[in-house]
Structure formats: structure tokens, C-alpha cells
């Protein structure tokens, strides 16, 4: 037996933390570690296995022979082997194979705090250490400000492996060609952050991340762990925020896993009641044992040390939180109080947050969770679980319910839209419209949309303006910010030709302004999670399926009047209450040219005017566009100009034909004659690298369709009509 030198990394005070469920900075202490003892360079290892009767270190440098570097047990029966191996360093290859009490069974696993794994199939975990210097300095000192809950948070969720691929050569993008094209991209739709699928190592493709083998280890299909951490530095360095997806609810079963460690039920709970999901053929973490505890939140922190992530949106809580979850009955055993909660998963959930909020106090955790289990987003000391946001499944399920349904058929469903209302602001939600809503037979958000093409694309802009308008986060997943046709195929690219098409073009236009418009709109973002933030004008409006209501911020005059027509039926002279009296403008449009609507039904400032409607004082008529949402904004009275440039203005104007809109709409809708040629939005967007040009953006001016008796649509006063309650859907 080749020596193995006795040497530890642990003091007693860490073995008493770990052993307490208290020692969050494992990754310091377990796994391989690259040091020098008596002059020698060679590799610390360290691993708990409580019920192995002998551990060895085997790999490339010893032939993998069981026999050759057999690791130390520590003598306070913590269950901790280490050891000391010269001469081993970077980029050597290993396993651990384990001798079990329980019937001598022999397992090789790889390292559960492995820093680096192989590229699978294969399954060993290697020896590794970088230095790299981070440059985000800048970004760093204000992430308080930037990831603030009254801050603008739009998220692009990313799927590294089908993001973008190269077909010829079919291999996946690097880190490094990644951090130059993903990067470039982001910026130019303007979301503020990116959330990553899980990039932790992980076995199976099919698994899209989410069965996770190597928590320690950025996944090493697309290079090594410090290109990884350039490009999260790049992200950073363009003001881009970096969301992880961790999954803490579930493990694989894979040889080489967690799964039976040591020939016991090491991290997975003993009872299969609570320690498998049937749906998914996975392990159960043991939430409740200390140690396993120490594991979870050590790997939470590890990612916001040492790949400076931005915050963890934290997957399947509710598979969590519930002992019955996808549970028969008889196949669940209530909690000491009878009921159905998880206590230990409480409580871990609880420590985790608090653990991470404490030390990084300028991340946000974001929990998808698809119950009504109360007070998800709300602080610990309050009774809450602590995340910063959760994801609101119910207005995603409604919201595509509806926005599926032929225009017709709306007026029927309008609390589909209104009823998100009721709890809006129970909880800091962020509005996800995921990976999960474009698999598994489901169609893409686009294949959704009823109608011929021109209506499909109409219903998206509308779907998307109303979602980015909507109180809360915004999330959406690579492929729908152009209208993806097909749903997603996680083994290859995104459709890009598709943006050879106008309509495709107008839908990622959309996205890019509706970004600019949450960020640059403090109505937007300033009470996005209060209900002082929103108030409504109009939701019962069954008939037209039209809404309308007030987005506010911290001042009342950066207040926004949003409406939104559910039919392809232009609403002309349509009136609406307004708060007060004054000049209001269109400031977005979703029917505007540049998104390849008619840009026919736009609207020029509109003075209010002194008549009650929707039990206010003051009203307006406006032009809501057929499936379209219109945005307006008071404005500072000005004096008329007399500049020699308004007379040929007002001759345009008269030289103006007049044409009334048609009731209804069944394709594109014609356009309002005018006699005045205009050009068209552009907004193209060329970015070298990294740095981001805009070009001039031009608008086409638009003339006022004539009043017309059989086109007003203005609605009577009518007075608040109490909602009914019900609670937020279960996925």
C-alpha cells in the first residue's frame, strides 16, 4: 500500500458545525485540495461515508487499484476520511471506492465536492483549482441596486446546450464562444438578467440539468470551471445579472451519485415514503439529518462565493414542501401534528435562505412553486420561507388558457385575466413564462395563438405587452422572444432563420422596447410587488373584452394608463375614466409598424376632458388597436410653437383622408389612408463584441381615424364590481 499521509483541514469546531447542520463553507474542507505537507506538493482528499469500513482513493495515478492509497478515518466518529496523497495534482482523475459495514458492499463514487467532473459518459471526478481574477468590480457594487425588489427584474431563461450550437461541427458552444454571442444577445434585448438551466454536472441530457450528480462542479460539456467564470464575468461586465437554477429537491439514482454512498441511505431519507419521487425515479434529499443540511447550504453559498451568481431560482419546492406531493393515498405518512407538510423541508428551506440573505445580501432567491402554500416570498422572522420571488404559476396558467381561446369566446373568460388581481401582491412574484410551458405536447407560445398568422403574431404582442405590463418579475424563456414556431428540442438550436421573417423580427422588436419600457418607466418596476403600484380603470368590460388600468410608481406623474383590446376589432374613440385632467401621450403601441402591426390605430395627445366615467371626473376617448395594448402618459402642457416647420404640419394634416376603421377585423386589418409617406421604425441593433449600437429610431406619423357613430365604442360609467376569490392553481 503506497502511503497515504495523515493531514486534516478540520478542526474540531468544523466537525461540530458540520455535525450541527451548521457549517456552510464545506467546499473548503471536503473534496480534493491541491496543498504542500512537509515540503511535498501533493492532494488533500476528504469525504464523509459514516458507514464505510474502509475508503481509497483510486484513480489514473494509481492504476485504480482499491489497495493503493486508502484514506484515514477520524477518530471522532464523525464519519470523516481523509488523507493526504504526494504527488498527486491538477488534473489527475479519481473515485472513491467505498467498503460498506453493510454486507462488504463495494461502491466507486465520485467525489460529492469535486470542483471538476469528466465530460460524460464518463463519470470521474478530477483534481482541480483555478486562480482566475474576477473584473466585475464595478457590477459588484451595485448589485444591491440592481437586484433590488424595486428594481427592474427581466430574466431571459437560457438552456446552454440548445441555445445556439454549432450543426456543422455538432458540438455544443463553450463558455468562451458563449461569452461572446450569448452575452451580445442579452444586452441587445435589454433583459436585465439571465437565468441559466442547471450548469452543476449531471449525467443525462434528457434530464435538461435537473438530476444532478457533481453540485460542485460547473458542467464540464462546455469547458472548464473558469471559463465559466468568464463568462459570468462578462455577463457582469455588461450590466447582465446571473440567475442559477439549483435543485436541492431531487438526485439521481446513478452509480456513481449520492445515491447509497456509503451503502446506506447516507443522503437520501430511509423511508421511501420520503426519500423517492415516483414521477421523476429519483432520490429524496434528508432534510431533516445535519449533515446533509451542511451539504445543501454549503452548496448554495458556493455558487454566490466562488461564481459571484447573482441569486439561485430554486426548483420544484413544492415537491418539497408537501409529503404527499404526486403521492396516493396510503403512500404518505402525515407529520407530527397531522398534517401534510414537510417539517424538516420547512425548516431547511428557512435556514438556507437565511444563510444566503445573511452573507449576500444583494442576491435574491426566486422559488418556483406552484401551491398556495402562503407567505413563500416573505421574510423568516415574519414566518415566511424567506425567498426574495416566486414564480406566480397561477397567472401563467390562466394567462395562456386565455390568450389560447378565439377572440370570441373571451368575453366569456375576461376573470381568467382579472382574477391574477386578487393575489397579486400576496407574494413578490415574478410572471415565468418557462421551458416548461413549450414541451412535452404543449406547443410553443406562438403554436398557442389562435387565428390566422397575422391574428397568431397579434395575440403573442398582445400576451407579451400584458404580461410586461402586469405587476411583478418578468421571465421568458430563449425562443419566445421571436416566436419559436415548433416547441423545444433540447438537442438542437433555436429556429434563428426564422428571423429572416418580418413577423418573427416584430415579435423580438417588441421584446426589445417592451424591456425598455419596464426599465425605463419608474411606474413599471417602483411598486411592481405593492398594490399601490396598480389600480384598475376598467375589468368588466366583458362585452369588447377590453382592460384597462394605471400603473404607478413612487410619483404620481410617472403614473402609466395601460389598455388592452382582447378582440380583433379596433376600439375607436373608446372612453375611458382617467385620475385626472390633463394632456395624456402614447408612449407604446404593440400594433406599431416596427412590429409589424398596421401601425393604423395610433393615437396623438389627447386632452382629457371633464365627464364622469368609471366613477372618475375625468375621462378620454383613445384608439385601442385590434389585439393590441396601447400605453399613454400625462404630459406638461406647452404653448404652440411657431415654427415655420408646424404650418406645413397642419397643411399635411389637411391634406388627411379621412377612412373609418372596419368593425372587425378577420386578417390584418387595412390600414387609415393618408396621403403622407413616412418611414419605418428601425431597430436594428449592431453590436461588435460586446459593445452595444443603437440605431436612430425614426417613427411613422399616423392620422386619426374620423368619429364614426358605428365605431364608438365608449363605454358607461359603471361602478367596481367586487371579484370573486379563489386561490392560486396548482401546476
Given at each position: 500500500?503506497?502511503?497515504?499521509t495523515?493531514?486534516?483541514?478540520?478542526?474540531?469546531?468544523d466537525?461540530n458545525l458540520?455535525?450541527a447542520?451548521k457549517?456552510f463553507r464545506?467546499?473548503?474542507?471536503?473534496?480534493?485540495?491541491?496543498m504542500?505537507?512537509?515540503g511535498?506538493?501533493?492532494?488533500?482528499?476528504?469525504v464523509?461515508?459514516?458507514?464505510?469500513?474502509?475508503v481509497?482513493?483510486?484513480?489514473?495515478?494509481?492504476k485504480?487499484?482499491?489497495?493503493?492509497?486508502e484514506?484515514?478515518?477520524?477518530w471522532?466518529?464523525?464519519?470523516v476520511?481523509?488523507?493526504?496523497?504526494?504527488k498527486?495534482?491538477?488534473?489527475n482523475?479519481?473515485?472513491?471506492?467505498?467498503?460498506?459495514?453493510?454486507?462488504?458492499?463495494?461502491?466507486?463514487?465520485?467525489?460529492?465536492?469535486?470542483?471538476?467532473?469528466?465530460?460524460?459518459p464518463q463519470?470521474?471526478?478530477?483534481?482541480?483549482?483555478?486562480?482566475?481574477k474576477?473584473?466585475?468590480?464595478?457590477?459588484?457594487?451595485?448589485?444591491?441596486?440592481?437586484?433590488?425588489?424595486?428594481a427592474?427584474?427581466?430574466v431571459y431563461e437560457?438552456?446552454?446546450?440548445?441555445?445556439?450550437?454549432?450543426?456543422?461541427?455538432?458540438?455544443?458552444?463553450s463558455y468562451?464562444?458563449?461569452?461572446?454571442?450569448?452575452v451580445a444577445?442579452v444586452k441587445?434585448?435589454?433583459?436585465?438578467?439571465?437565468?441559466?438551466?442547471?450548469?452543476?454536472?449531471?449525467?443525462y441530457?434528457?434530464?435538461?440539468?435537473?438530476?444532478?450528480?457533481?453540485?460542485f462542479?460547473?458542467?464540464?460539456?462546455?469547458?472548464?470551471p473558469?471559463?465559466?467564470k468568464?463568462?459570468?464575468?462578462?455577463?457582469?461586465?455588461?450590466?447582465i445579472?446571473?440567475?442559477?437554477?439549483w435543485v436541492?429537491?431531487?438526485?439521481?439514482?446513478?452509480?456513481?451519485?449520492?445515491?447509497?454512498?456509503?451503502g446506506?441511505c447516507?443522503y437520501?431519507h430511509?423511508?421511501?415514503?420520503?426519500?423517492y419521487?415516483h414521477d421523476?425515479k429519483s432520490l429524496?434529499?434528508?432534510?431533516?439529518?445535519n449533515?446533509?443540511?451542511?451539504?445543501?447550504?454549503?452548496?448554495?453559498l458556493?455558487?454566490?462565493?466562488?461564481?459571484?451568481?447573482?441569486?439561485?431560482r430554486?426548483?420544484?419546492?413544492?415537491?418539497?414542501?408537501?409529503?404527499?406531493?404526486?403521492r396516493d393515498?396510503?403512500?404518505?405518512?402525515?407529520n407530527m401534528?397531522?398534517?401534510?407538510?414537510?417539517l424538516?423541508?420547512?425548516?431547511?428551506?428557512?435556514?438556507?435562505?437565511?444563510?444566503?440573505?445573511?452573507?449576500?445580501?444583494?442576491v435574491?432567491?426566486?422559488?418556483?412553486?406552484?401551491?398556495?402554500?402562503?407567505m413563500?416570498?416573505?421574510?423568516?422572522?415574519?414566518g415566511?420561507?424567506?425567498?426574495?420571488?416566486?414564480?406566480?404559476?397561477?397567472?401563467?396558467?390562466?394567462?395562456?388558457?386565455?390568450?389560447?381561446?378565439?377572440?370570441i369566446?373571451?368575453?366569456y373568460?375576461?376573470n381568467?385575466?382579472?382574477?391574477?388581481m386578487?393575489?397579486a401582491?400576496?407574494?413578490?412574484?415574478?410572471?415565468?413564462?418557462?421551458?416548461d410551458?413549450?414541451?412535452?405536447?404543449?406547443?410553443?407560445i406562438?403554436?398557442?395563438?389562435p387565428?390566422?398568422?397575422?391574428?397568431?403574431?397579434?395575440?403573442?404582442?398582445l400576451?407579451?405587452s400584458?404580461?410586461f405590463?402586469?405587476?411583478?418579475?418578468?421571465?421568458?424563456?430563449?425562443g419566445?422572444?421571436?416566436?419559436?414556431?415548433n416547441?423545444?428540442?433540447f438537442?438542437s438550436?433555436?429556429?434563428?432563420?426564422l428571423?429572416?421573417?418580418?413577423?418573427?423580427?416584430?415579435?423580438?422588436n417588441l421584446?426589445?422596447d417592451l424591456?425598455g419600457?419596464?426599465?425605463?418607466?419608474?411606474?413599471?418596476?417602483?411598486q411592481q410587488?405593492?398594490?399601490?403600484?396598480?389600480?384598475?380603470?376598467?375589468?368588466?368590460?366583458?362585452k369588447?373584452?377590453v382592460?384597462?388600468?394605471?400603473r404607478?410608481?413612487?410619483?404620481s406623474?410617472n403614473?402609466?394608463?395601460?389598455?388592452?383590446?382582447m378582440?380583433?376589432?379596433?376600439?375607436?374613440n373608446y372612453?375611458?375614466?382617467?385620475?385626472?385632467k390633463?394632456?395624456?401621450q402614447e408612449i407604446?403601441n404593440?400594433?406599431d409598424?416596427?412590429?409589424?402591426g398596421?401601425?393604423?390605430?395610433?393615437n396623438k395627445?389627447?386632452t382629457?376632458?371633464?365627464?364622469e366615467l368609471?366613477?372618475?371626473?375625468?375621462?378620454?376617448e383613445?384608439i385601442?388597436p385590434?389585439?393590441?395594448?396601447?400605453a399613454?402618459?400625462?404630459i406638461k402642457s406647452t404653448?404652440p410653437?411657431?415654427?415655420a416647420?408646424?404650418?406645413?404640419?397642419?397643411k399635411e394634416?389637411?391634406?388627411?383622408?379621412?377612412?373609418s376603421?372596419?368593425?372587425?377585423?378577420?386578417?390584418k386589418?387595412k390600414a387609415v389612408?393618408?396621403?403622407?409617406k413616412t418611414?419605418?421604425?428601425k431597430?436594428?441593433?449592431?453590436i461588435p463584441k460586446?459593445e452595444?449600437?443603437?440605431?436612430?429610431i425614426?417613427?411613422?406619423?399616423?392620422v386619426?381615424p374620423t368619429?364614426?357613430?358605428?365605431?364608438k365604442?365608449?363605454?358607461?360609467?359603471?361602478?367596481?364590481?367586487s371579484i370573486?376569490?379563489?386561490?392560486?392553481?396548482?401546476?
Amino acid at each position: 500500500m503506497a502511503k497515504v499521509t495523515p493531514c486534516s483541514r478540520f478542526t474540531d469546531f468544523d466537525i461540530n458545525l458540520f455535525l450541527a447542520g451548521k457549517h456552510f463553507r464545506l467546499y473548503e474542507k471536503f473534496g480534493s485540495h491541491i496543498m504542500e505537507v512537509d515540503g511535498i506538493k501533493g492532494t488533500y482528499f476528504a469525504v464523509w461515508a459514516p458507514s464505510a469500513k474502509r475508503v481509497s482513493v483510486v484513480g489514473d495515478f494509481n492504476k485504480w487499484n482499491e489497495n493503493a492509497h486508502e484514506l484515514n478515518v477520524r477518530w471522532d466518529k464523525s464519519g470523516v476520511w481523509e488523507g493526504f496523497i504526494p504527488k498527486v495534482g491538477l488534473g489527475n482523475i479519481y473515485k472513491y471506492k467505498i467498503t460498506s459495514h453493510h454486507n462488504n458492499i463495494k461502491t466507486e463514487k465520485a467525489d460529492p465536492y469535486a470542483r471538476r467532473a469528466e465530460h460524460p459518459p464518463q463519470t470521474a471526478s478530477i483534481v482541480w483549482e483555478d486562480d482566475y481574477k474576477w473584473k466585475d468590480d464595478d457590477w459588484m457594487s451595485k448589485r444591491k441596486k440592481n437586484n433590488a425588489l424595486d428594481a427592474p427584474y427581466s430574466v431571459y431563461e437560457v438552456h446552454l446546450s440548445s441555445w445556439k450550437r454549432h450543426e456543422k461541427e455538432d458540438r455544443f458552444m463553450s463558455y468562451v464562444e458563449l461569452a461572446d454571442d450569448l452575452v451580445a444577445y442579452v444586452k441587445k434585448m435589454k433583459f436585465t438578467h439571465v437565468e441559466l438551466m442547471p450548469i452543476m454536472e449531471f449525467p443525462y441530457d434528457p434530464s435538461w440539468g435537473y438530476q444532478i450528480t457533481g453540485y460542485f462542479a460547473p458542467t464540464s460539456r462546455f469547458g472548464y470551471p473558469e471559463e465559466f467564470k468568464f463568462l459570468v464575468d462578462t455577463l457582469h461586465k455588461n450590466d447582465i445579472g446571473v440567475l442559477l437554477d439549483w435543485v436541492p429537491s431531487h438526485f439521481p439514482e446513478d452509480a456513481h451519485g449520492l445515491g447509497y454512498f456509503d451503502g446506506s441511505c447516507l443522503y437520501e431519507h430511509p423511508d421511501r415514503r420520503k426519500g423517492y419521487h415516483h414521477d421523476w425515479k429519483s432520490l429524496i434529499f434528508n432534510y431533516g439529518r445535519n449533515e446533509v443540511k451542511s451539504f445543501l447550504i454549503s452548496n448554495a453559498l458556493f455558487w454566490l462565493d466562488q461564481y459571484h451568481a447573482d441569486g439561485l431560482r430554486v426548483d420544484a419546492v413544492a415537491s418539497m414542501l408537501y409529503l404527499d406531493y404526486s403521492r396516493d393515498e396510503g403512500d404518505w405518512e402525515p407529520n407530527m401534528y397531522g398534517g401534510r407538510e414537510n417539517l424538516d423541508a420547512v425548516a431547511f428551506i428557512k435556514e438556507m435562505n437565511e444563510a444566503v440573505y445573511s452573507n449576500y445580501p444583494d442576491v435574491q432567491n426566486i422559488a418556483e412553486e406552484s401551491t398556495a402554500f402562503p407567505m413563500v416570498s416573505r421574510p423568516t422572522f415574519s414566518g415566511g420561507l424567506g425567498f426574495g420571488m416566486k414564480w406566480m404559476m397561477g397567472w401563467m396558467h390562466d394567462s395562456l388558457e386565455y390568450f389560447g381561446k378565439p377572440p370570441i369566446y373571451r368575453q366569456y373568460h375576461q376573470n381568467d385575466l382579472t382574477f391574477s388581481m386578487t393575489y397579486a401582491f400576496s407574494e413578490n412574484f415574478m410572471l415565468p413564462l418557462s421551458h416548461d410551458e413549450v414541451v412535452y405536447g404543449k406547443r410553443s407560445i406562438l403554436g398557442r395563438m389562435p387565428g390566422d398568422e397575422w391574428q397568431r403574431f397579434a395575440n403573442l404582442r398582445l400576451l407579451y405587452s400584458y404580461m410586461f405590463t402586469h405587476p411583478g418579475g418578468k421571465l421568458l424563456f430563449m425562443g419566445c422572444e421571436f416566436g419559436q414556431n415548433n416547441e423545444w428540442n433540447f438537442r438542437s438550436s433555436l429556429d434563428w432563420h426564422l428571423l429572416d421573417s418580418k413577423f418573427h423580427q416584430g415579435i423580438q422588436n417588441l421584446i426589445i422596447d417592451l424591456n425598455g419600457l419596464y426599465q425605463s418607466e419608474p411606474a413599471m418596476y417602483e411598486q411592481q410587488f405593492s398594490g399601490e403600484g396598480f389600480e384598475w380603470i376598467a375589468y368588466d368590460d366583458h362585452k369588447n373584452s377590453v382592460l384597462v388600468y394605471i400603473r404607478k410608481g413612487n410619483d404620481s406623474k410617472n403614473d402609466i394608463i395601460v389598455a388592452c383590446n382582447m378582440t380583433p376589432t379596433p376600439m375607436v374613440n373608446y372612453g375611458i375614466g382617467m385620475p385626472h385632467k390633463g394632456k395624456i401621450q402614447e408612449i407604446f403601441n404593440s400594433d406599431d409598424e416596427i412590429y409589424n402591426g398596421t401601425g393604423d390605430f395610433k393615437n396623438k395627445v389627447i386632452t382629457t376632458k371633464k365627464a364622469e366615467l368609471h366613477n372618475r371626473e375625468h375621462s378620454a376617448e383613445i384608439i385601442i388597436p385590434p389585439l393590441g395594448m396601447v400605453a399613454f402618459k400625462y404630459i406638461k402642457s406647452t404653448k404652440p410653437s411657431k415654427k415655420a416647420s408646424d404650418k406645413s404640419i397642419v397643411k399635411e394634416k389637411a391634406k388627411t383622408v379621412k377612412k373609418s376603421p372596419k368593425k372587425v377585423v378577420k386578417t390584418k386589418p387595412k390600414a387609415v389612408v393618408s396621403d403622407k409617406k413616412t418611414d419605418k421604425k428601425k431597430s436594428d441593433v449592431i453590436i461588435p463584441k460586446i459593445e452595444l449600437v443603437e440605431k436612430e429610431i425614426k417613427t411613422k406619423s399616423s392620422v386619426k381615424p374620423t368619429k364614426n357613430k358605428s365605431s364608438k365604442t365608449t363605454s358607461k360609467s359603471t361602478k367596481s364590481k367586487s371579484i370573486p376569490k379563489k386561490t392560486d392553481k396548482k401546476e
